[in-house]
């Protein structure tokens, strides 16, 4: 560099220097109305189509996180319902074996890829950074690149099944089934192809999960004072980004069996079918705690609120959520019990997978315990707490049941395992959901629930899963196998079957209400406080909805339940930035105040790269050479993402 | 915000950026170097489950890779961690000249690293069609080329920015670290599957 | 089509055993040692399940019932939200206790059972190799003298209180050999050879299903075990081994011929005649199974036209092709069939 550069640049240095003291910043000299509207201005949403399609606000993600998944999850209740009503009597015939073996694949893949997963990420989403007191998630273009991606991925799959090349290998697309010989077309492809997707999107959202919950915590809000839903989403995001690469590869060696010949998984060329269910089922075990755990933290969320007090024994039920989360990981085995691996190994796995059961019993302990000190209200959403309670753990029992290898052989592959899976997902994760959905709908729309009409949606749906789900238990034992699109008549399983029947469609008619009362009272309820549950942690301190910047000054907290426990004025930190988008990060453990992130712009990219992602996916399902062409675009894409739209350097950095 | 709140620190001497795990995109990196080391870790499981089917490895009939063209790009993969490691140190001193000269030696290493990559492919003795022996250990060269690509359009958009005078900026200094992390990541992962492509066939 | 084959499939086990739920595809049916294994288990595991879910809904009622004790509670109302009753972390430790005693009572009762399982598979007396398909069951007895070896296709019979191996592959996808009444499922992958041990303790008629997905059809690939006396036993396999007679009646002889020398010689074989292709089920004692196209339709005259006629109509997805067949031929097919008992 020669002396003329050197002292441009000091030049340059000073005059950045100088408009740096003259950055607006909140505190003493900017509050109040002025403040909310400098800050608005600066974080709301552009207008128009491309402003929708850029916006990287994470309660706008998380929203249509929300939606998406509520969407898929009807269209998944909606083939069930036409499953349901093929097995009403024996030899029905409202769908051939063909069609049915479509519906079930689809509505596998569809309620465990497109819904369950996303919807959990998409609440996390939306409420994660209110409740530890940020303004974004991390890498906001990134958490919208991910909803684009599950968003294509779910189109996909249905946009298939429309043009009637619907996967037909079940959910769980064994192998050698699944492969090249023995289902030709396309069908399979699609179905891995639609893993991609939503694997590419849940690692990008667990990614921001995991840096929002460790970097973006309000001052003050140590590990040990963070709300349990915060802890359980931490421990989900981390079991995301080791279990999901797993099915990322299976599936990615399915493809190229089928595409390019490779043999990983043909026992004729040193391959092996198994490969493919240990690949699968160390992703597929670990997934439906992904599930699970969420609505623990949702249990916990509710159950602090309406009993009034913290919930009971905080350490135990974190180190409860974490050791779940780890021994997810060590019990897969136990879904391939009937496939002859050697004996001794499998006792290991039936250990394992009862042992499973400690950590969550013991956190049903503490929410019961919680309760019982607690002076609990029985709106809506403490009735569904109680409804997982009294479901969940029917199910957690079938689970240690058929955690036993003996059982297990009679019962695998049954109607029993039906029953305990919606017993453990319908009653572990869908009640607690639908309570969160009601708890937080107020923050989110700024409007109440309907009680009454969720009151009687909850009764239906409480006994109509019942009706649906306990009978299948007497199904398997009376030798119904699953995957049948019939079954004959004299076994003794025309009553469970019938009972399911008409217990379905109460379901359905359960959900249909919520979404009705949801809907409605978007448009007509009744318009919400800040805080209308007077709840303790921090989303409620802001406005419902919040505005687009969360918090006008980042709130400091001293305990667990921070508006419980400051009497007076809520205590806030001063000094970050009004006229470009920033926020605070803290330290990981002690949340210590460290750094001032700018925040990134909405931006495009994210939408383009996902589209040019969704290209390069789908075409190379029909030919690898999509590999370079599809890649190529997405890189260039990926790379404009990055590069800022301006060159010029800035007094304090803006993301743009 | 609703309740009156009252004023604590003002923080606004705090630094925009930080090295290491203060900045956010760190544990951004982190998370997809943990993401894809799960990817090659379950694919070296897979890798030992399939060996674990055979008498021999490779099974009888087809020949270890040859040794040339994969220990080759070992060596040069080793040897840019040199430039590598000034990169990164002059990202801590601020020295946005060094990075200039710097970085296009690394562009240079891995256009190098993507042509001998090319020959390996060829010099593996056994096409990826031929048996799952084939396919894994095209599987695990593919996967780490695939590294190596990302990694290399990464460092050449950072240069490219790096030439421009947003290079200055402190968070530019930051990426540059980051990215020199992400390289080390990328030839440490290579040397198990160097030893488990070239090597574990031959004991 | 559908309907035809449903109601047939439906009447069934009716035509088995005249009447309602008997239990032959069913864990209630107890009528081996491993069943009954599994049901002992089983009713333990309920009980100690049981009783846990009983303390929880306790808890749980407790809970409800105790809020009208308004005053007692420690809320944050009141300031002490942070207080709690000392006896719940008590009562905390000794839930955690019970849970873990409650699951290494289970663990080790799951333990012994299995071991004792295993132990039974050390007794065999009798061995019998299945090989699964899409979608059908290909049976055959082992012997020490190969003459003696007997294929049957989607029917067994086991001899009561004999301890048998069965020794399962599969030729495509993975299946899974499943008789509730009588034992767990083992699947059968294809490249692994995995086996599982038998011991029927009560003559009867069972039936088994295919209990992993294999595809367009695996609702429809049953099969049925005849558990009989020792003795009966060794006359069945005796009259099994015996070839195929042929026909005597001009139609039968007809269908004779046109079997063994055209379509259906390029998938069966019928002992005793020069039909030998294994690709299909063997069909020397095809009249005697209770059923056609494992388990799809019961076995009569009508049902073997029907299923010759147009297999894929019956069971779309079969690999068993429509053949066109002249009225005649069919008629002539049909009447032999009938004849291969």
Request: aromatic share 12%.
């Amino acid at each position: 560099m020669n002396p003329e550069e050197l002292e441009d640049l000091r030049e340059e240095n000073e005059r950045l220097e100088a408009e740096r003291a003259r950055i607006a910043r909140d505190g003493h000299h900017l509050n109040g109305a002025e403040l909310h509207a400098r800050l608005d201005r600066t974080w709301r949403r552009q207008p128009g189509l491309i402003g929708w399609l850029a916006t990287v606000d994470h309660k706008e993600i998380g929203r249509r996180y929300i939606v998406t998944a509520l969407i898929f999850l009807a269209l998944g209740g909606v083939l069930s319902l036409i499953m349901r009503l093929q097995l009403a009597r024996p030899d029905g015939h409202v769908v051939g074996a063909a069609r049915y073996n479509e519906l079930f694949t689809m509505h596998g893949s569809t309620m465990m890829f497109l819904f369950a997963v996303p919807i959990m990420e998409g609440v996390a989403v939306y409420i994660i950074p209110l409740m530890v007191g940020t303004r974004s998630t991390a890498f906001p273009r990134l958490n919208s690149y991910s909803y684009y991606m599950y968003l294509f991925g779910g189109l996909m799959l249905w946009v298939a099944f429309a043009f009637n090349i619907a996967p037909d290998i079940g959910w769980f697309a064994y192998t050698p089934l699944s492969g090249p010989q023995f289902s030709p077309g396309k069908r399979a492809d699609i179905w891995a192809q639609m893993i991609t997707f939503t694997e590419v999107s849940a690692l990008a959202a667990a990614v921001v999960l995991v840096c929002t919950i460790l970097k973006a915590r309000a001052p003050g809000m140590t590990l040990s004072r963070m709300p349990l839903f915060a802890w359980a989403m931490l421990v989900v995001a981390l079991m995301i980004i080791f279990a999901m690469p797993s099915i990322a590869l299976c599936s990615g060696m399915l493809i190229s069996d089928r595409l390019v010949g490779t043999q990983f998984y043909n026992h004729y060329e040193h391959g092996d079918a198994l490969l493919w269910q240990h690949l699968f089922w160390f992703f597929g075990h670990p997934e439906v705690y992904i599930i699970f755990l969420p609505a623990t933290g949702f249990v916990s969320v509710i159950t602090e609120a309406f009993c009034r007090r913290p919930i009971f024994a905080y350490p135990v039920v974190v180190l409860a959520i974490i050791s779940t989360g780890i021994l997810a990981f060590g019990l897969w085995v136990h879904h391939m019990f009937a496939t002859g691996l050697p004996r001794v190994g499998y006792s290991f796995y039936t250990a394992a997978s009862m042992t499973v059961a400690i950590p969550t019993g013991l956190q049903i302990f503490c929410w019961l315990a919680t309760m019982w000190d607690g002076r609990p209200r029985f709106q809506v959403p403490m009735l569904y707490v109680v409804g997982f309670i009294v479901t969940f753990v029917i199910g957690g029992l079938s689970g240690v049941i058929i955690a036993a290898v003996p059982l297990d052989l009679q019962l695998h592959d049954t109607y029993f395992i039906v029953a305990h899976f919606h017993y453990v997902l319908i009653g572990g994760a869908v009640f607690p959901l639908l309570g969160i959905l009601t708890y937080w709908f107020p923050k989110i729309t700024g409007r109440m629930m309907s009680e009454t009409l969720g009151k009687i949606g909850f009764w239906i749906l409480f006994l109509g899963f019942q009706l649906t789900f306990f009978p299948m238990h007497f199904a398997g034992l009376l030798g119904m196998p699953r995957r049948v699109y019939t079954y004959p008549a004299g076994m003794g399983l025309e009553l469970p079957n019938l009972l399911s029947t008409i217990g379905a469609f109460a379901v359905a008619t359960a959900v249909l209400l919520f979404v009705i009362n949801g809907v409605v009272s978007y448009f007509r309820g009744a318009l919400a406080t800040d805080n209308p549950w007077d709840a303790s942690s921090l989303e409620w301190a802001t406005s419902s909805p919040p505005p687009s910047y969360n918090f006008e000054h980042i709130p400091v907290v001293a305990s667990r339940t921070p508006l419980w426990d400051e009497k007076g004025d809520l205590p806030v930190v001063t000094g970050l930035r009004v006229d470009d988008k920033e926020t605070l990060l803290t330290t990981v453990v002690a949340a210590i105040p460290d750094v001032r992130e700018p925040v990134p712009e909405a931006s495009i990219w994210p939408f383009v790269a996902a589209c040019a992602t969704g290209v390069f996916f789908v075409s190379s399902i029909f030919s690898p050479w999509a590999v370079p062409f599809g890649g190529i675009p997405t890189a260039i894409a990926m790379a404009a993402w990055f590069w800022p739209s301006s060159l010029k350097r800035t007094a304090e950095p803006v993301i743009a | 915000m609703i309740r009156p709140v009252r004023f604590t620190d003002d923080l606004a001497h705090l630094p925009t950026h930080k090295f290491g795990p203060s900045s956010l995109t760190w544990w951004g990196i982190i998370g997809y170097m943990v993401v894809e080391g799960g990817f090659f870790a379950l694919a070296f499981a897979a890798y030992f489950f399939l060996m674990g089917h055979e008498q021999g490895w490779p099974p009888e009939g087809w020949a270890a890779p040859d040794l040339l063209w994969g220990s080759l790009f070992t060596i040069i993969i080793l040897l840019s961690e040199i430039p590598n490691t000034m990169i990164k140190r002059a990202a801590h001193a601020y020295d946005v000249q060094a990075i200039r000269r710097l970085m296009p030696m690394i562009v240079a290493a891995g256009a190098v690293l993507l042509i001998i990559r090319g020959v390996e492919f060829n010099a593996l003795n056994v096409r990826w069609n031929d048996n799952a022996y084939g396919s894994i250990i095209w599987a695990l060269l593919l996967l780490h080329t695939i590294h190596i690509l990302t990694d290399w359009g990464d460092t050449i958009v950072l240069w490219a920015l790096m030439m421009t005078p947003v290079g200055y900026e402190g968070r530019r200094l930051v990426d540059t670290d980051e990215n020199a992390l992400y390289w080390r990541y990328v030839w440490l992962l290579w040397i198990p599957i160097y030893l488990m492509i070239y090597w574990v066939p031959r004991l | 089509m559908m309907r035809g084959s449903g109601k047939a499939a439906a009447s069934l086990p009716l035509l088995l055993c005249g009447c309602s739920i008997q239990h032959y595809q069913s864990t209630f049916g107890n009528a081996a040692e491993e069943a009954r294994q599994f049901n002992t288990l089983f009713v333990i595991f309920l009980i100690v399940c049981a009783v846990m879910y009983a303390f929880v809904i306790a808890f749980l009622i407790g809970s409800i019932v105790r809020r009208r004790r308004a005053s007692e509670a420690n809320v944050f109302e009141t300031g002490r939200h942070h207080a709690t009753n000392p006896a719940m972390q008590t009562g905390l430790m000794v839930w955690g206790g019970v849970i873990g005693t409650g699951l290494i009572a289970l663990a080790i009762a799951s333990f012994f059972a299995d071991r004792s399982m295993a132990q039974a598979a050390a007794h065999e007396k009798l061995s019998i190799t299945v090989t699964a398909n899409q979608w059908w069951w290909d049976f055959q007895y082992n012997s020490a003298d190969v003459s003696k070896t007997l294929r049957t296709s989607n029917e067994i019979h086991l001899p009561v209180g004999v301890p048998v191996r069965i020794i399962l592959h599969s030729n495509d996808v993975i299946h899974s050999f499943w008789v509730p009444s009588l034992a767990g499922k083992q699947d059968l992958i294809p490249g692994r050879e995995n086996d599982i041990s038998i011991t029927p303790t009560k003559v009867g008629l069972y039936r088994g299903q295919c209990a992993e997905y294999c595809g367009t059809q695996h609702a429809n690939m049953a099969f049925v075990v005849q558990v009989e006396p020792y003795a009966d036993f060794i006359k069945w396999w005796e009259q099994g081994l015996a070839p195929a007679r042929a026909p005597n009646a001009v139609l039968a002889k007809a269908g004779y011929q046109y079997v063994t020398t055209r379509e259906c010689a390029m998938c069966h074989a019928i002992a005793g005649t020069t039909a030998s292709a294994t690709v299909g089920p063997d069909l020397t004692h095809f009249a005697s199974n209770r059923s056609i196209a494992a388990g799809t339709l019961p076995m009569n005259q009508a049902n073997i036209r029907r299923w010759v006629d147009d297999p894929q109509g019956v069971k779309p997805g079969t690999k068993m092709p429509k053949v066109p067949l002249a009225p005649n031929d069919l008629k002539a097919v049909v009447a032999y069939l009938e004849t291969l008992k």
